[in-house]
């Protein structure tokens, strides 16, 4: 238990992070129309079940049209 205690001041930061992240990507996918690649539901989908980074970060790298 005191092992946890130690690293809360890193993992409050993270997941505060994480979920700004998360929200701003979905807010992004819903609110455009066109994708580089995929479609609406595809995004959602990878964003959501990738939620620790790496679906938001595939989002912007691969899905996001340059507009």
Avoid: C, Q
Avoid at 8 to 23: S, T
Wanted: charge should be neutral; charged fraction near 20%.
């Amino acid at each position: 238990m005191n092992e946890i205690k130690e690293m809360l001041p890193f993992f409050i930061p993270l997941v505060v992070a994480e979920m700004a992240l998360l929200i701003y990507t979905i807010h992004h996918i819903l609110t455009h129309k066109t994708y580089k690649r995929g479609s609406r539901t595809l995004w959602l989908v990878v964003a959501v079940a990738g939620m620790e980074f790496i679906g938001p970060i595939l989002y912007f790298l691969l899905g996001k049209e340059d507009a």
